[in-house]
């Protein structure tokens, strides 16, 4: 399995035809803060290739000074699902980055066929190399369980790498607006309608 980098549009492709029908809305980061990423070079949206067949992709965004990956979105193509890509894909990303940081919806939804697939997304991640780190966060009112694949084990490092992704994008008031991490036991979740960009 590679891994390709795409550019604009094949990323604008590639989020029109299956990004935005792979994730819920409260959950989906508009394609134009995405793009904005990539102008920065902190952003790596790759397809996942097995010669020249596209199986999946993988939204990477990158700490500014090294140090891993955050994993915004990883899925399987249509019609590919159900057959281990998905482990496959981690495994490579594992490879290229070295060390993962995840995020995954806290399965606290009303919903409860959400909260079933909340849960198996968070047993696919533990499944396949993650563990539970000893925060969460929410991110634009959205409540997530944090997770980590690699070789640190201090929380408190790991966690500083993770906060430090959104901290050289955004400004510190938008940090205390949007952006609770780590989310301390007890306190309330900021509501945001959607993901907010700055000018």
Known sequence: MKLKVLNREELTALYNTE????FPKTELKPLRAMLRLMDKGCYEPLLALEGEEPLGYALMWLPRDGGGALLEYLGV???KRNG???AQILS????????????VEIPDSEDAAENDLR?????FYLRNGFRELNYECALFGVHFKCLYWGPGTDDAGIQAIHRGVYASHFSPAHMERYIQLPLTPGEPIHPAPEWVEED
Request: aromatic share 8%.
């Open 77 to 79: 193509l249509r019609g």
């Open 119 to 123: 849960r198996r997304r968070i047993g």
């Open 92 to 103: 490579t990303l594992g490879e290229r980055y070295g060390q993962l940081f995840g995020e």
């Open 19 to 22: 990004i935005a029908g792979d």
């Open 84 to 86: 281990g890509l998905g």
